[in-house]
């Protein structure tokens, strides 16, 4: 049930979706386009897993960390603070994910697309502080 000042809230699928599809998508394109002009098909091959997945994944879970902290009450005013707090969390899976599934191969691909998706972002979406907060 929600009340009349959580509707305000800066997290709702429409921001969901405009912060996650372009966090797939552009890095995809991009990087796909780059190996099309360069004619470099391990380039484009990798544009969408490795490049443009990385990028989503940290999108999303950036997205719920701030989702996160603002049901709790827990928002940085300092965004420096945050994004920095956020990225170590975001890496620290990378690096995870990179060693549990033997990518090292990708890892530049995987940690620079990690850094983007999270420092994008985590400086893009503000949290309010919300005292009403319900489900």
């Known amino acids: 049930m929600r009340n009349a000042s959580s509707i305000d809230s800066n997290f709702t699928i429409k921001?969901?979706?405009a912060a996650t599809l372009p966090a797939y998508i552009f890095p995809a394109l991009m990087s796909w386009g780059a190996g099309w002009l360069m004619e470099n098909e391990v380039l484009m091959?990798?544009?969408?897993?490795?490049?443009?997945?990385?990028?989503l994944v940290a999108t999303i879970v950036t997205y719920v960390i701030l989702w996160q902290m603002e049901v709790q009450e827990k928002g940085m005013k300092n965004k420096y603070i945050k994004t920095s707090i956020i990225l170590g969390i975001t890496i620290g899976i990378a690096f995870a994910i990179i060693l549990l599934f033997h990518w090292q191969r990708f890892i530049f691909d995987i940690i620079f697309s990690?850094?983007?998706?999270?420092?994008?972002?985590?400086?893009?979406?503000?949290v309010k502080q919300n005292e009403n907060y319900e489900y």
Request: charged content about 5%; hydrophobic content about 55%; cysteine-free.
């Open 114 to 126: 990690t850094m983007l998706g999270t420092v994008i972002t985590a400086w893009r979406l503000p």
């Open 15 to 17: 921001t969901f979706l």
């Open 45 to 55: 091959a990798s544009s969408f897993v490795s490049i443009a997945l990385p990028s």
